[in-house]
């Protein structure tokens, strides 16, 4: 589904991403790991389309199309969704005109009808019940006076509404308990199967206790220096991000 | 070097001629425009020298002969004033041409009959006792040259009294409409509004101009609101492009009254809105609120004055502007605590969105407090529309044109569902998305 080659990235003057190589089938959930500073975040906001970054080198290839030279409306509307990290407040725009506006346009898109709005409150109630979120938060503005918790889960519940084919989730369990964690990895866990794939980015191996990838990949300095299965991460997780480090560089002495 | 010259003698000759019309009326009326004139004639009009028009040129009106309309142009009709989305609203109204009573436009069903609204000159006409007690008492001419025409030469408007304990359902609505004739004309409405004690009323006062030809407008509203009052008032601006309108909106309040207020700037050339609010009673609280979209080289100045005269009074102030083209806007919000004033709790708020690089906005608070025991606080804001809150939207398949119009609505619907009356603020945000909807068309021409 997504083919990622050589990618090399820049914010101003700094280089982030150092050439970086992935590939993600369908049906497959990919965790991306690495110390702070790696690029992981990044990575994830240049395959959503963010302007800040520039990328300087490679291609990414998304179902046969090049996904670099799409806009991020396009992105989205061909089935791309990512969960941020530091998800904003939109004052003044309710949650529930937010979504279903962007339902409809990705549907439009798949050729599919639009939902009408006793549907799509029907949708959204299952959806909130998934996530054990108070239907209330619908009519506030989007994520306007949410706990940091509200706002990672607003983000899966966003991400159960619009069915993403390749859904990106960049740090969604920095900043959460033990059970907004369970609910948040419950709600993630739904949307796997053989049609969707996942790149899941976090600094911490205990989320992939409960979303259990396929594929393990270790970022370091812009590059994936390390890829493995899950127990990579237990490993990880173990010895600390230092040990792979000399791990690396012993590596390249051979 | 030839100086641009200034029409003042255009208004004193005008009055001259017209003191035999103006004697026919009330003496106390007569005395009362009299001191006015004079004071325009000593204060003439005012220069960007001055301290309050510092950023306000009124050269668009000082540089024309404006001849105040002393006959009726032909009057619209109805289909004419029907772009308007304000003009469809089903509420008991008067509406007022070039500064004269249309009966034919206006309808006064479903009032109560113990209110009074009626045109001011036939309350003036009629010896109103109310009239002589209050007009012209509050909105003081003293140091406005503006407000001083406004009351040598006023003609017509509102009178409306609600007597005590009065809960008055509807909106009473006063149009006024400016058809630009051949001659540049001036204007001159005046409005009574006389909220009794215990009373509950809601007020709209439109002024609408039709075609796009250049008119002067020198508005003064004065509102009384009794003892534990409850009053709504909303002064929209949906005026012609050439147009020029200085207002004066003068709120006297009474012990525990609660007065809100809205402004909305939709059109126009050269807007000066002068409000000025009196917390003249202990507990009183006042809502003031306004928004405006200013787009090509539309300038709009308010200049609001809150005057906390009696302990235990609130006030709450939140002005939004969208500034577009080379538009540019000026808000200078003035909060003077006086020294008995203990228990005040004021907030003020200025936001402003500038969509073009060459919007300009002048935001100034001015905070004058005698009195020790009060809570004040101020802000404002100036900035662009948020990028990130644009690529979230746009993350989500929203295209990019629709992110931004999406954030521009929202922004300015925060003043707009202040309104209480539901029918006028489903106008009011027709009005905005037309508004927004013209730029995107410009965008892409």
Redesign the interface.
């Known amino acids: 589904m997504l083919k990622v080659k050589n990618l090399r990235a820049n914010v101003g003057n700094q280089e982030i991403l150092r050439g970086i190589d992935l590939e993600v089938k369908k049906g497959e959930v990919h965790a991306i790991m690495g110390p702070n500073g790696s690029g992981k975040s990044t990575l994830a906001q240049i395959l959503?389309?963010?302007?800040v970054y520039e990328v300087t080198a490679g291609t990414v290839d998304f179902e046969g199309r090049d996904l670099l030279a799409m806009?991020?409306?396009d992105?989205?509307?061909a089935g791309i969704?990512?969960a941020?990290q530091y998800?904003?407040e939109?004052?003044?725009?309710s949650n529930m005109y937010?979504?279903r506006?962007?339902l409809n346009?990705?549907r439009k898109?798949r050729g599919q009808e639009e939902v009408d709005a006793m549907d799509f409150l029907a949708l959204v109630r299952k959806k909130m019940k998934l996530l054990d979120m108070d239907e209330a938060l619908m009519n506030r503005?989007?994520n306007e006076g949410f706990s940091g918790g509200e706002k990672k889960r607003n983000e899966v519940f966003?991400m159960a509404v619009?069915e993403p084919k390749l859904a990106i989730l960049d740090e969604t369990d920095s900043g959460l308990d033990i059970d907004a964690l369970k609910v948040v990895a419950q709600g993630v866990n739904a949307l796997r199967g053989p049609e969707r794939a996942m790149i899941i980015v976090t600094h911490y191996q205990r989320l992939l206790n409960y979303i259990v990838p396929d594929f393990v990949h270790v970022l370091s300095s812009g590059r994936i220096v390390k890829s493995g299965g899950k127990e990579l991460a237990l490993e990880l997780e173990h010895k600390g991000y230092a040990w792979l480090e000399d791990e690396v560089a012993a590596e390249h002495a051979l | 070097m030839t100086a641009v010259k200034d029409y003042q003698d255009t208004y004193l000759t005008e009055f001259q001629a017209r003191e035999k019309e103006f004697a026919a009326g009330p003496s106390w009326l007569g005395e009362i425009r009299r001191a006015a004139i004079n004071r325009f004639a000593e204060l003439g009009f005012p220069t960007t020298r001055h301290e309050d028009w510092k950023h306000t040129s009124v050269a668009p009106i000082s540089s024309v002969a404006f001849q105040p309309v002393s006959r009726e142009h032909a009057a619209p009709t109805a289909e004419s004033l029907a772009w308007s989305c304000f003009f469809e609203l089903e509420c008991p109204r008067l509406v007022f041409v070039n500064g004269h009573y249309n009966p034919g436009l206006s309808f006064l069903a479903g009032l109560p009959k113990e209110v009074t609204a009626t045109r001011l000159s036939k309350a003036l006409a009629a010896g109103t006792p109310a009239i002589e007690q209050h007009l012209a008492r509050y909105a003081a001419f003293e140091n406005q040259a503006f407000t001083a025409l406004n009351t040598a030469f006023l003609q017509d408007g509102g009178f409306i009294e609600i007597p005590k304990g009065t809960v008055v359902e509807k909106p009473v609505f006063l149009l006024f409409v400016s058809t630009a004739g051949g001659q540049p004309a001036a204007a001159f409405p005046r409005t009574l509004i006389l909220a009794g004690r215990e009373s509950q009323a809601t007020f709209i006062e439109g002024h609408i101009g039709l075609g796009e030809g250049g008119y002067f407008s020198s508005a003064v509203t004065e509102i009384v609101a009794g003892e534990n009052a409850i009053v709504e008032y909303s002064k929209i601006h949906q005026e012609s492009p050439a147009a020029s309108h200085v207002g004066t909106v003068q709120v006297q309040q009474g012990r525990s009254s609660a007065v809100t207020t809205h402004n909305f700037f939709f059109g126009g050339g050269l807007v000066r809105e002068d409000l000025n609010v009196v917390l003249d009673g202990e507990g009183a609280s006042a809502q003031l609120n306004g928004l405006y979209l200013t787009s090509g080289r539309q300038h709009i100045d308010h200049h609001t004055v809150l005057d906390h005269a009696k302990p235990h009074c609130s006030s709450r102030e939140l002005y939004k502007g969208i500034l577009d083209g080379e538009s540019s806007g000026v808000f200078n919000g003035r909060v003077i605590v006086r020294q008995d004033a203990q228990k005040t709790d004021s907030k003020q708020s200025n936001k402003n969105l500038l969509l073009s690089e060459d919007a300009v906005i002048n935001t100034k608070p001015q905070l004058e407090i005698s009195a020790d025991d009060v809570k004040c606080t101020h802000g404002a804001t100036i900035g662009q529309v948020d990028q990130e809150a644009i690529f979230y939207l746009r993350s989500r398949g929203i295209g990019k044109e629709e992110a931004r119009k999406l954030l521009t609505f929202a922004f300015a619907s925060e003043v707009i569902g202040r309104v209480r009356y539901a029918p006028l603020r489903d106008r009011l945000r027709d009005a905005l998305f037309q508004s927004l909807a013209r730029r995107a068309r410009r965008e892409d021409a």
């Not at chain 1, 939109?90 to 725009?93: L, M, N, R, T, Y």
């Open positions: 959503a389309g963010r302007e806009s991020p409306e992105r989205a509307r969704f990512l941020f998800p904003v939109i004052p003044g725009v937010f979504l506006s962007a346009t990705i898109n503005p989007v966003q619009l």
